[in-house]
């Protein structure tokens, strides 16, 4: 069930918005990749990301306070180090674009305090990506209103794939699925101090025929008071239906793998804030994913495979009943 989330240690207060006339968003994007929505590639290649060390362009490495959380931490115990680790973790998910074996509806969670999907408001104004032209995009690492900020950290392809768990896990075909994230110091475009002028890390994909999308990002931060996690949300109506995470058919969210948490917290130096609020920190104390069945934490977990230098990619399955 939907559950409050933490935020990142940030001023909601400073929510993005410049007085500029939307364009038709997410209407004027459909047009430019209908005839493509069903050749796209299964797999993205990776890039290496140069200095991952180094703070965002024009945020001067502010952390937006995400101060490391008090306490004795967890039994991760992670302490900092700079090796690389190839990690892999187990899910349900199913890739290469067939039906899955198994499934299970995945719970509606909260989109939390930085969704900018026009359900909340800040200094009396509303934020909505989701009506910018420019949002449906793959690689979401860039910022693209007013800005082409790209945000650092440790490369993410990540695959999901959306099946019917009424109809024996089959694709669903045509759905939106609008995913959102903090950067690797645990800030929020849009939202966090510092990244108010910033849109990165949210993007929409299609569903093709095989029910695929794909996303290049980066790996999240660990803020104080949360579990690793990417939110997303669907709309199974298509790009038409998704202008507001109000109509949105399902909000959740992923949990990032512990196997990997701990090899990217402690091996990239820009993720160093996130090592004491990942001591702090366990799936089973997370107010999210806390109260969830070990099924819907299966397949809500990424199956990852990578390394820090290198970066990751893999992919994950999302149930919904229609």
């Known amino acids: 069930m939907d559950k409050p989330e933490h935020g990142g240690g940030t001023d909601r207060s400073r929510e993005y918005q410049d007085g500029r006339t939307h364009g038709h968003g997410l209407a004027e994007d459909l047009g430019a990749i209908g005839s493509r929505l069903f050749a796209r590639r299964r797999a993205l290649a990776f890039l290496a ?30 302490t900092s180090t700079t090796s690389s680790t190839s990690t892999s973790s187990s899910s349900s998910s199913s890739s290469g674009g067939t039906a899955a074996e198994t499934c299970v509806a995945d719970p509606s969670e909260t989109n939390g305090p930085y969704p900018a999907d026009g359900t909340n408001t800040a200094s009396g104004a509303t934020s909505n990506v989701l009506t910018q032209s420019g949002i449906v995009r793959s690689d979401i690492r860039s910022s693209f209103i007013g800005s082409t900020t790209t945000a650092v950290g440790v490369p993410l392809a990540l695959e999901l794939q959306l099946v019917d768990v009424s109809n024996g896990c089959a694709p669903i075909t045509g759905a939106a699925i609008y995913i959102w994230q903090c950067d690797a110091y645990g800030r929020y475009s849009l939202y966090s101090s510092g990244v108010t002028t910033e849109s ?101 977990t990424p199956t990852l495979t990578g390394s820090v230098s290198a970066g990751y990619s893999g992919s994950a399955l999302i149930g919904i009943a229609t």
């Open 200 to 300: 990165y890390l949210r993007g929409v994909q299609v569903t093709d025929a095989n029910g695929l999308v794909s996303f290049t990002t980066i790996y999240p931060a660990c803020y104080s008071g949360r579990w690793p996690h990417i939110h997303f949300e669907v709309f199974t109506g298509g790009l038409s239906a998704a202008s507001t995470g109000r109509t949105a058919s399902l909000i959740s969210q992923l949990a990032m793998p512990a196997a990997t948490n701990a090899a990217v917290f402690t091996g990239d130096a820009t993720y160093t804030a996130s090592i004491a609020n990942y001591n702090a920190i366990s799936l089973s104390s997370d107010n999210v994913f806390g109260d969830n069945s070990s099924a819907q934490l299966a397949q809500m």
């Open 49 to 78: 990301t140069a200095g991952t060390t180094a703070a965002l362009a024009a945020c001067g490495g502010d952390d937006g306070g995400t101060a490391n959380a008090a306490g004795s931490g967890t039994d991760t115990g992670l």
